[in-house]
Each structure stands twice: as C-alpha cells, then as structure tokens.
C-alpha cells in the first residue's frame, strides 16, 4: 500500500498501459483521477475501482484547459495531487514523405503538447506535495523505429522534456522520470501483436523473446512515483526486456 493517501492522476487511463497503471494504484491505496478522451471506455474502468477513491473525468489532453479542469477537479475532489502519470498517446504512422502536415500537428498536440499540458497545469500542486511526474517515452524516443516519423519526434521531445523538468524542478522536490516501454500489448497494438509474423519480426530483437504487458510498464511506473524512487529523477527507464541494449546483431 504505497500509495495510501496519495493522490494520483493518470492520463489515457481507459485502455492499455494507463488502466494497468491506474488499478495498480488503486490497489496500492491512492485515490486515483482517470482521464481519457474515450468517456465510454474510461466509465467502464472507473466501474472497477472503489467508488470513494476514483473520479474519472473525460479530458481531450491536447486542450490546455481540458487539462486545466482535470487537474483543479481532482485537488477540488481530494484536496491535492501528488503524483501525475502524463500517459495517453497516439500512435501517427508514416516517413516524413507521408506525413501530411495535419498528423504531423496531431501527433504533436497529443503525445507532446498533452504532457507539456500535464506537466504545467500539476507541477503547483506538486510544489506543495513534494510530488512526482511520470511520463510515458518510449523506446521510440530513444532511437528511431521505422516508418514512424512524427512519433518518434514526438517521443524523443518527451525524453528531454522529462529531463528538462528534473533539472529545473528537483530543488522543489519534485521528480520527473519516464519509462520507454517498446512494443507492448495494448489498443495501439492490437494489430501487431495479433498477427504472428509481426511479433516474429519484433521480439527476434529482443533478448526477452516476447513482446510487453501493460503490467509490465505499470509496475515500473509505480515504483517511479514511489518513494522507493526518492533519488531518482531524470531517468528514462526503458521496459523493453533490452531491446535498447543491443547493438542490433540478430540475436
Ligand atoms: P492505448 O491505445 O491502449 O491507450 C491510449 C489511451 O490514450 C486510450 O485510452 C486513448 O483513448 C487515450 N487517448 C488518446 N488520445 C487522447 C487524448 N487526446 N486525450 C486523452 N486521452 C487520449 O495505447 P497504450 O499503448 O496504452 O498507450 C499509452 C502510452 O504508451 C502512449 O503514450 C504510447 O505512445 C506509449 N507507448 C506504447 C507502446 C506500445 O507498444 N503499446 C510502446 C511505447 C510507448
């Protein structure tokens, strides 16, 4: 129970790696706020979670006072914040030759505009807490995957963000970590991961020989946001059974 009493948002919280994260801090103790533009799909996992502990609220988190509300109600609900999970993300595929400047922005506006949004609108309360952010990189963030142009930008940006706001924030005590999952079983993946070639192809560079679950990622995230993590701020912590590790030899 690591979590008793914390007060904890979590972003893209309907699906994927953010429910797993969400119920695992749920299960730890926190009243956990649960944020997802899928109001359908995040009411179905609010469902599962103890009512006089979870507040989910629908959030579009490329809109800045989206972010804004989400933020002020759950301080309004549980009187204050103490860690965010900048989660919720797309998935924009393409070289930059097929790129149209639309997903190009889209893409941005999700996966960095919505952390930057997340990371603004919580770090006061988190001043106050001695709080924590963690975001969701990827390994794409950390070299470059194929045929994935904007998305691999947009992850690298989180990378340095992260690392960004670790310098300029720690003397408040505030941390700021990401993990960098690579390929792992979730509604952005649900083509890959279903289709047995695909997999091959992937986890044959994987040293782990098998693709991620979303617990896999969330079990890191929450040791990230624990105080277990109290020294450590600034990390990028690839969950990617070491794909980063390698130097691409087949295996
Ligand atoms: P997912 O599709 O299962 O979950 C993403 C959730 O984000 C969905 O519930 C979706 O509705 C929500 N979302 C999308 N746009 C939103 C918006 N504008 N506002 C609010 N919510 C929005 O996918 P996932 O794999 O769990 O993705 C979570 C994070 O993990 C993303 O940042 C993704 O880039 C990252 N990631 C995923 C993988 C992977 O292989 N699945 C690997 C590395 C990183």
Same mark, same amino acid.
């Given at each position: 129970m690591r979590f008793n009493d914390k007060v904890v948002i979590v972003t893209g919280a309907a699906s994927g790696i953010g429910r797993a994260t969400a119920e695992r801090f749920s299960a *730890?103790?926190?009243r956990v706020v649960l944020a997802d533009i899928d109001a359908g799909a995040l009411e179905e996992v609010a469902k599962g979670l103890p009512a006089e502990?979870?507040?989910a609220r629908t959030t579009d988190v490329s809109k800045? *006072?989206?972010v804004e509300a989400l933020v002020g109600a759950a301080v309004e609900r549980f009187g204050r914040l103490d860690v965010i999970h900048n989660n919720a993300g797309i998935l924009v595929e393409g070289t930059i030759a097929d790129t149209s400047a639309a997903d190009w922005h889209r893409a941005m506006a999700t996966n960095v505009d919505g952390m930057f949004f997340g990371a603004k609108?919580?770090?006061?309360h988190l001043r106050r807490s001695r709080g924590c952010i963690v975001n969701t990189a990827s390994v794409s963030g950390l070299g470059g995957d194929v045929g994935m142009a904007a998305y691999n930008a947009n992850k690298g940006a989180i990378v340095n963000l992260t690392r960004a706001m670790a310098i300029d924030h720690g003397r408040e005590g505030v941390r700021v970590n990401a993990v960098a999952p690579s390929l792992t079983r979730t509604g952005m993946t649900t083509d890959i991961v279903s289709d047995a070639k695909t997999v091959d192809a992937f986890?044959?560079?994987i040293p782990m020989?098998?693709?991620?679950e979303? *617990?896999?990622v969330a079990k890191v995230v929450l040791f990230l946001a624990s105080d277990d993590a109290g020294f450590v701020n600034g990390a990028i912590v690839p969950v990617d059974g070491g794909l980063s590790a390698a130097n691409g030899q087949p295996l």
């Open positions: *730890e103790g926190a502990r979870t507040l800045q *006072e989206d609108a919580a770090l006061p986890t044959d560079r020989n098998r693709y991620g979303p *617990e896999d």
